[in-house]
């Protein structure tokens, strides 16, 4: 098994960040063939998705997100995960949506993505910019 970690910097602010580029030069620098490639984001406060970039999806993503899981107003007083950002209780719940694992197959080492789907870190935790993101690689 290969395996490497990517440092990504989120910045202050809820973002989607695509590391579709990021990945294949990991399985290029393996000369990696055909496989299984796992990314794993090892933080309680983050996700990761395969979406559409670009286009919108991950603006809309983040206002779905805000949606379901909101981080102010009224609702910030049911969060009971009180530490952090007004809200940041949320965050903690966030890896119970968009999972912190996915598995992408791999075929002549190229990752068998639809023509519009990007593999994604998904951040809404604005009180860590520097994250960690897994990329394990299991040729079959």
Do not use: I, K
């Not at 960040?17 to 796992?38: F, H, N, P, R, Y």
């Not at 805000?66 to 966030?94: F, I, K, N, Y």
């Amino acid at each position: 098994m290969e395996t490497t970690e990517l440092a990504v910097r989120t910045g202050g602010e809820q973002r989607v960040v695509d590391l579709t580029a990021q990945v294949q030069d990991a399985l290029d620098g393996w000369e990696a063939g055909d496989g299984l490639l796992s990314v794993f984001v090892p933080h309680a406060t983050a996700g990761l998705a395969v979406l559409e970039t670009g286009a919108g999806s991950d603006e809309d993503l983040l206002r779905a997100l805000a949606q379901v899981l909101p981080s102010a107003g009224p609702q910030e007083r049911g969060w009971r995960h009180a530490h952090g950002s007004p809200g940041h209780g949320r965050d903690h719940v966030l890896p119970a949506l968009v999972s912190p694992s996915l598995v992408v197959p791999v075929l002549r080492g190229r990752p068998a993505l639809g023509t519009w789907q990007s593999v994604c870190l998904v951040d809404t935790n604005v009180d860590n910019a520097d994250r960690r993101v897994r990329l394990s690689f299991l040729p079959g």
